[in-house]
């Protein structure tokens, strides 16, 4: 396993357009919450109407997980897809025979790749937004409990919707439609609720509570699940396609 592991390490960090990827989905989520803060943090004082709904000091900074979440879907579907461009399946194969061995070593890696990103990136966007709210900052007396909750929710997210596209991107074995469809629905996820009650299951949708329910539930209070519908939610999408992806490695054609 340790040499499985050591291989698809190697793999997933020798594409350049993963580094790239992991380095924008750092640098742009903390910029922007740290240039963004302080105009909020007024709106927050004036009680600006163009906030965002649900807006509070706390969840200031943690919209820009939002945007972070399309680059960790590239690096998954990224993962994924690589396999199935020059036959790298069949290389990866003669490396670790064992298919089930393979799909876990993929799975780990990319796993505990995005979750050291958001483990980094999320607490640090927060922070940043919170000391640009100055007076408003709800850190002044350490970190509270319920911000510390939001940060978790935020890396399962992350970690989460990195493996779906992973999973997405073997299925159909090629990058562009899992990149295109996953960008979208998550762009639009807010659109959907308003469409049709049943889109509070998407995993983007309950996603999204794990880190800031209001930003959902505010506009649309239908769409609330609970903290524990919302993980359960997001966590059984992941568990079964991730599933998918794994039967399909180990008992797929590699020829085909």
């Known amino acids: 396993m340790k040499m499985a592991l050591a291989s698809e390490s190697w793999k997933l960090f020798t ?12 640098v742009v989520p903390v910029l922007m919450a740290a240039v963004t803060a302080p105009s909020v943090g007024e709106g927050l004082r004036v009680d600006d109407p163009m906030l965002a709904a649900g807006t509070t000091p706390e969840v200031v900074g943690l919209e820009w997980i939002a945007l972070g979440q399309i680059g ?7 993962a994924g897809s690589g396999e199935f461009s020059g036959g790298q399946i069949q290389t990866s194969l003669v490396a670790v ?3 089930l061995r393979l799909v876990l070593a993929k799975i780990s890696v990319l796993a505990v790749t995005v979750t050291l990103l958001g483990a980094v990136t999320i607490p640090l966007l927060s922070i940043c937004s919170q000391l640009g709210l100055g007076s408003l900052s709800v850190l002044s007396d350490g970190v509270p409990v319920s911000l510390l909750v939001r940060w978790l929710g935020g890396v399962v997210y992350w970690t989460g919707i990195a493996l779906i596209g992973f999973s997405f991107a073997v299925l159909v074995r ?3 439609v899992p990149l295109l469809v996953l960008i979208a629905v998550s762009q639009i996820s807010l659109v959907l609720v308003f ?3 049943w889109a509070k299951f998407l995993p983007t949708i ?3 509570q794990l880190f800031d329910a209001a930003a959902v539930t505010a506009a649309n ?3 609330a699940l609970d903290p524990g519908s919302a993980y359960a939610v997001f966590l059984l999408a992941v568990v079964a396609l991730v599933c998918c992806a794994a039967v399909a490695i180990c008992r797929r054609d590699v020829r085909a």
């Open 72 to 78: 960790v879907i590239i690096v998954g579907v990224l």
């Open 195 to 197: 469409l049709t009650p």
């Open 97 to 99: 025979p064992n298919r």
């Open 174 to 176: 090629q990058a562009l």
């Open 15 to 26: 594409l350049r357009a993963v580094l790239v990827t992991l380095a924008v989905s750092f």
């Open 221 to 223: 209070p239908a769409a």
């Open 206 to 208: 309950a996603g999204a």
